[in-house]
C-alpha cells in the first residue's frame, strides 16, 4: 500500500554569542569538566538569571532569514522536569510567546515548508558514563539554544534532508551558528506520520530524537516510514512513542521511556521581566543581515553569469562566496576566479569543514593580482593554477613566482615575434601548414611553449601563426 | 531606653566604646540567651571579631559609614560566602554558599559585624518558624509563645538585643508579621527596591529582603545601606529616593491622607482593632486626613497568594535533589531513587505540602483554573491599590489579626495557619511597601503590631508616618530587659 508521509523537524541550534544566555560564563566548546560555569548556570540557591540581549538579536536574525513575523513582545518560561544535567530542574525556555513565528523555507522545487516558530532556551549540562560512575559537565549548562519548530508540510526523505540542508546554510550565513552536528551545535528531531494519499487526517506520530547529521535525517525518514507503513499494511497501529535512529543498522527503536510525564508545568519566569522589541530594533537586525545565500545563488546565476554547478559550489560556503566576492572587488574576472577557487583552491580541502572555514594563506587582493594577469593573458591558466598552488603552498604573493620578465615573454608584441622566430625556425612546417597539412602548427607551438615556460596564449598563438604563414 | 544605630555610632567616633568591645558585648548576650530563645541557628562569632578589629579600623581612618561596626544578624536564606545558609532545612544541611548575597555584599563592605545566622521556618514557609529544622524560635517577650514567622530568629535576635539589627525576607508577611509578635519594627521594601541576588527563593515574585530594628530610624538607616537595582536581578529597580530615608524622617503629616479599609478589620481579634483604631485617631489629630476606602478584591488575596507562591516554590526547590550540594540521602538504588530519597528525607511537612500544592495548580488541566486565575486577580488587586494610592499617601492596617500564638499552638491546622497572613499577602501581591511598627499590648502582655502601607517606591511616606507615631504615641509596650544592655 502507498503511504503519504507526513513529517515536522523541531532543531536546536546552539547560538555563537560569546557568553551564556544568563550569566557571563563562555560559551567555548571543550574546556575542563565544570570549568566554564558560575553560581547561575550551575544553579545555585539564590542566583538569578539575566537575559543576554545578543540572544535576543541572534533568535531575531534567525526569524528574520526565515521570513518570520518577530513577536515585538515577549517572555520567558519556566520548563519542569527533574533530569541531573538540568541543575535547577526547569530549563528556562518560551512557552506561549516564541520570540518569532510563521516563517518558511523555499525548497528548491518551490514548494514551501513552514516555519512554525522559533524560541530561545538554555541548553542543558551533559552527563559522563565512565566505569559505572556518572559524571556530570554543567559546562554546557546555560549556553543559548534556538529551537526552530517547522510545520508538518515534509512528505518525503529528500525534502526532510533539503529543509535541514538549507536551514543550516541560512543559520551559517547569517553567522548565528556554526551548526555542527557532529559537535551537537545542531541536533534534529523528527516527528513523522502516514497517512493514506487524499486523507485529511493525521496518522499516528512518532519522534525521533537527536539525529546528528544530514544524511541521517534521510536515512531516518526512510527507516521510520517503512517501519510504520510495515505496522499499517500487516493491520496493526503505529504507538506513540519517542525513537531513536541507530546509523549502524539503519533502523529506528524506541527509547528506554523515561519516567517524567509530558507535563512540563510551564509558568512565566518570575526572575525575568518580559521584554519588548521595538520595531526599529528589529528593523536594525534586518538591515544588519547580509545577503542571503539562496539570493546569492540566484545572483550568481543571473547576474554574474556563473554555470548553476559552479555557482553551488561557492554560494555553499559563506567564507568562500566572501572570498569569491572579495576578489570580484579587486578588478577581476567573474570566470577565471571562479574555476580557480573551484579547481584549484578547493583541490587543496577535502572536506566540508576545511571549506567551510576556509582557511588559506593568501588574501582575496593577492589572489585577485594573479587573476588578472590571467585575465589580461599575461600568463595562461595552466600558468595560474600551478601558481596559485605554490602561493597557496608559501602564502607568498604572484610576484613571487613570475618575474615581470617571464610576463614581457608573451606581449603582445613580444608573442609576435616570437611567432615569427617559430616560423624561421621551421620553415619545413609552415611549408605543410601553407599546404593545408594542418597539425603541423604543432610542431611550432612546441617551440613557443618551450620558449615561454609555458605561459603563451596559445590561442593568440595560433590566430597569429596562421596570419604569418598565410603571408 | 536601647541605643539605636545612629547613637552608637557616635559612641564608636567618640571612642566611648570600641567595634571590638561593642561585639564582644553582643557575644556574651548571645551566649547567655540564645540557647534558651534559639534565635540563632549559627553563630560567625570569629569572624565577628576580625570584622570589628577593621572596623574600628576604619573609624579610626574617619570617614567610615553609619553601619560601620554595629553587629547585626542575616536570616538564614540570605547567602554568605563560606558561611553555613541553610534555610533551616535539613535538605540544605551544612550548605556554604561560594559567593556573597547583595545585600550582605552591601553591607561588608560598610563596616557591618555579622554576629550568625538567624531561625526561620523550613524555606520561609510558615508563620510561626516552627518549621525549622532546629526547633522554634521562643518569643523573648513570653517564651511559651512563639516568635512569628518566617523571619522570627531575626525578629528575636533584635527583640532581646541579641543583635542592633538584622535582615528578614517578606514573601507574605515574613517580615511584618514576627516584627508585630516580637515588637520591633519590620519594613517589607517595594518589590525590586532591594536586590534579591543571593536571597534563596521561595516565592521569587514575591520575595523581599528587608530590615528588622528597635526603631523606624534603625529601620530606614538599614534600608537607606540596602536598597538599590543591582545587574545581577532583573527586578530590581535603580529608584532615585532623592536623598537618605532617614535623614528626612520628620516630616510633619499635617494634610497626610491616610486610608482605612474595612476589609483590613474583618476577623480581627477586638484588642488589636481598638489599638489601631486608637492609633488612627492620633494621626488624625495631629492633622492627617483619614479616608474611609474599600479594597473589595482584598478578601481574594489569601488564596491568590498560596497559589502564586506555592507554584513559584515548588519548582524554586526542585533544585533540591542531593546531586550538587546540601543533604543526600545514605543509601539508594540509582539516581532517581537516590533523588526521591533525598527529597523524602530532607524536607519537612509544611514544604512538601506547598510544593504538591503548587505542582498541582501548575499540572495541565488545572493551571488555567488555579495559577491563571490566581495570576488575572492579582492584576485586580494591584488596580485597586493603584486607584486607593491616587486618593492616599498611606493605607493604615493591622498586621496580623491576632497576636503571638502559643508555642505548638496551630500545627495541626494549615488552612487555619494561612488565615494569620491575611492582613500582610495583599502587600506582597500587589508589590508595594509597609512597616510594621509596635502600637500596644494585648491583655497578656503580648505585643501588637500596626502596619502602614504605601505606595510602590513611596518608603519615604511610609518611614515618615511610622516615625511620626512612634514618636508620638509615647511608651506603648515594655521594654526587653536583657540582651546585650548597650
Ligand atoms: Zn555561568
Redesign the pocket.
Given at each position: 500500500m502507498n503511504y503519504e508521509i507526513v513529517c515536522g523537524i523541531e532543531t536546536h541550534i546552539e547560538l555563537a554569542t560569546k557568553t551564556?544566555i544568563?550569566?557571563?560564563?563562555t560559551t567555548e566548546f571543550g574546556g575542563e569538566p565544570n570549568t566554564?560555569?558560575?553560581?547561575?548556570?550551575?544553579g545555585q540557591p539564590g542566583s538569578l538569571p539575566i537575559l543576554n540581549q545578543k540572544v535576543v538579536e541572534y533568535a531575531i536574525k534567525a526569524g528574520l532569514a526565515l521570513n518570520c513575523k518577530i513577536n515585538t513582545k515577549s517572555h520567558m518560561d519556566r520548563k519542569n522536569y527533574v533530569y541531573p544535567d538540568l541543575p535547577k530542574a526547569y530549563q528556562i525556555s518560551q512557552y506561549d510567546e516564541p520570540l518569532c513565528e510563521k516563517g518558511y523555507i523555499e525548497l528548491d522545487s518551490g514548494k514551501r515548508i513552514g516555519i512554525t516558530r522559533i524560541h530561545i532556551e538554555e541548553d542543558a549540562g551533559k552527563l559522563i558514563h565512565e566505569s559505572g560512575l556518572t559524571y556530570i559537565d554543567y559546562n554546557r549548562?546555560?549556553v543559548p539554544l534556538i529551537e526552530i519548530v517547522s510545520e508538518p508540510d515534509i512528505s518525503s526523505a529528500e525534502e526532510a534532508k533539503e529543509y535541514a540542508e538549507k536551514l543550516q546554510l541560512i543559520m551559517r550565513y547569517i553567522g548565528i551558528s556554526d551548526c555542527k552536528m557532529q559537535e551537537g551545535s545542531m541536533r534534529c528531531d523528527v516527528n513523522l506520520s502516514l497517512r493514506k494519499p487524499g486523507d485529511p487526517r493525521f496518522g499516528v506520530r512518532t519522534e525521533i530524537k537527536n539525529i546528528n547529521s544530514l544524511s541521517f535525517i534521510q536515512k531516518a525518514v526512510m527507516a521510520e516510514a517503512e517501519r510504520q507503513a510495515d505496522i499499517l499494511d500487516a493491520g496493526g497501529t503505529v504507538v506513540q512513542q519517542t525513537m531513536r535512529y541507530d546509523e549502524g543498522t539503519n533502523s529506528v527503536t524506541p527509547m528506554r521511556d523515561k519516567e517524567n510525564s509530558d507535563d512540563y508545568r510551564y509558568f512565566p519566569d518570575p526572575d525575568i521581566l518580559r521584554f519588548c522589541v521595538d520595531d526599529k530594533k528589529v528593523e536594525e537586525i534586518r538591515e544588519s543581515l547580509p545577503e542571503l545565500p539562496f539570493d546569492k545563488l540566484k545572483r550568481y546565476m543571473n547576474v554574474l553569469g556563473l554555470s548553476e554547478a559552479t555557482a553551488k559550489q561557492i554560494f555553499r560556503y559563506r567564507m568562500v562566496a566572501e572570498f569569491f566576492e572579495d576578489t570580484l572587488a579587486e578588478g577581476a574576472s567573474v570566470k577565471n576566479t571562479a574555476n580557480l577557487i573551484v579547481v584549484t583552491i578547493f583541490s587543496n580541502m577535502d572536506t566540508e569543514e576545511e571549506k567551510e572555514l576556509f582557511a588559506i594563506r593568501i588574501s582575496a587582493a593577492q589572489f585577485a593580482a594573479l587573476v588578472k594577469l590571467a585575465d589580461e593573458k599575461k600568463i595562461n591558466i595552466g600558468v595560474a593554477q600551478s601558481t596559485l598552488q605554490k602561493m597557496l603552498e608559501s602564502g607568498k604573493p604572484v610576484e613571487e613566482f613570475i618575474k615581470p620578465e617571464d610576463l614581457v615573454g608573451i606581449s603582445d608584441e613580444a608573442l609576435e615575434s616570437l611567432c615569427k622566430e617559430a616560423i624561421d625556425a621551421n620553415p619545413e612546417a609552415a611549408a605543410n601548414v601553407r599546404n593545408g597539412k594542418d597539425k603541423a602548427i604543432n610542431v611550432m607551438f612546441g617551440y613557443i611553449m618551450k620558449k615561454t615556460g609555458g605561459k603563451a596564449d596559445i590561442r593568440k598563438a595560433e590566430v597569429l601563426l596562421r596570419k604569418l604563414i598565410r603571408q | 531606653m536601647r541605643a539605636g544605630i545612629y547613637e552608637l555610632a557616635i559612641r564608636l567616633r567618640n571612642r566611648e566604646i570600641s567595634a571590638v568591645e561593642l561585639t564582644k558585648a553582643y557575644i556574651d548576650a548571645i551566649e547567655k540567651l540564645n540557647p534558651a530563645i534559639n534565635a540563632y541557628v549559627y553563630l560567625t562569632f570569629d569572624t565577628a571579631l576580625k570584622a570589628a578589629e577593621q572596623a574600628d579600623q576604619m573609624l579610626k581612618e574617619g570617614d567610615a559609614p553609619l553601619l560601620c561596626g554595629i553587629p547585626m544578624a542575616l536570616k538564614d536564606n540570605i547567602c554568605t560566602d563560606g558561611i553555613a545558609t541553610t534555610c533551616c532545612s535539613k535538605i540544605l544541611k551544612d550548605f556554604k554558599p561560594y559567593y556573597d548575597a547583595a545585600v550582605w555584599e552591601k553591607l561588608k563592605a560598610q563596616g557591618a559585624v555579622l554576629l550568625g545566622k538567624t531561625n526561620m521556618d523550613e524555606f520561609a514557609m510558615g508563620s510561626t518558624s516552627e518549621t525549622s529544622c532546629y526547633g522554634a524560635p521562643l518569643n523573648p517577650r513570653n517564651t511559651n509563645y512563639v516568635t512569628g514567622g518566617s523571619s522570627g530568629g531575626s525578629a528575636a535576635a533584635v527583640c532581646a538585643n541579641l543583635a542592633v539589627y538584622s535582615l528578614g525576607s517578606d514573601t507574605g508577611g515574613s517580615i511584618r508579621q514576627p516584627a508585630s509578635f516580637c515588637g520591633v519594627v519590620g519594613l517589607k521594601p517595594t518589590y525590586g527596591a532591594v536586590s534579591r541576588y543571593g536571597l534563596i527563593a521561595y516565592g521569587s515574585s514575591l520575595d523581599q529582603i528587608g530590615p528588622l530594628a528597635n526603631s523606624v530610624k534603625d529601620a530606614a538607616i538599614v534600608f537607606d545601606a540596602i536598597k538599590g537595582g543591582d545587574k545581577r536581578d532583573q527586578t530590581s529597580v535603580d529608584y532615585d529616593y532623592g536623598s537618605s530615608l532617614a535623614e528626612c524622617l520628620d516630616r510633619d503629616i499635617k494634610g497626610m491622607r491616610i486610608g482605612v479599609a474595612e476589609e483590613f478589620f474583618e476577623g480581627i481579634n477586638t484588642e488589636i482593632k481598638s489599638k489601631i483604631e486608637k492609633a488612627i485617631k492620633l494621626f488624625e489629630n495631629n492633622g492627617a486626613v483619614i479616608e474611609n476606602i474599600r479594597l473589595p478584591a482584598l478578601k481574594l488575596a489569601l488564596p491568590v497568594y498560596y497559589i502564586i507562591a506555592c507554584a513559584e516554590a515548588s519548582s524554586n526547590l526542585g533544585r533540591y535533589d542531593g546531586i550538587r550540594y546540601g543533604y543526600r540521602t545514605s543509601s539508594y538504588t540509582g539516581i532517581e531513587d537516590m533523588i526521591v530519597r533525598t527529597r523524602s528525607e530532607g524536607f519537612g511537612d509544611e514544604v512538601k505540602r506547598r510544593i504538591m500544592l503548587g505542582t498541582y495548580v501548575l499540572s495541565s488541566g488545572y493551571y488555567d483554573a488555579y495559577y491563571k486565575k490566581a495570576c488575572l486577580i492579582r492584576e485586580e488587586i494591584n488596580r485597586e491599590f493603584d486607584a486607593v494610592f491616587e486618593n492616599c499617601d498611606v493605607l493604615v492596617a493591622p498586621t496580623a489579626p491576632n497576636t503571638a500564638f502559643p508555642l505548638n499552638h496551630k500545627g495541626d491546622s494549615p488552612v487555619e495557619m494561612y488565615l494569620s497572613d491575611i492582613c500582610t499577602v495583599p502587600v506582597n501581591i500587589a508589590g508595594v511597601p509597609a512597616i510594621s511598627v509596635p502600637c500596644g499590648e494585648d491583655s497578656r502582655g503580648l505585643p501588637i503590631g500596626m502596619q502602614i502601607i504605601g505606595r510602590r517606591f513611596g518608603e519615604a511616606t511610609v518611614l515618615q508616618a511610622a516615625h511620626f507615631y512612634e514618636q508620638s504615641a509615647g511608651k506603648v509596650i515594655g521594654d526587653y530587659e536583657g540582651g546585650a544592655g548597650i
Open positions: 551564556k544568563f550569566c557571563g560564563c566554564h560555569c558560575c553560581p547561575v548556570c550551575t549548562s546555560g | -
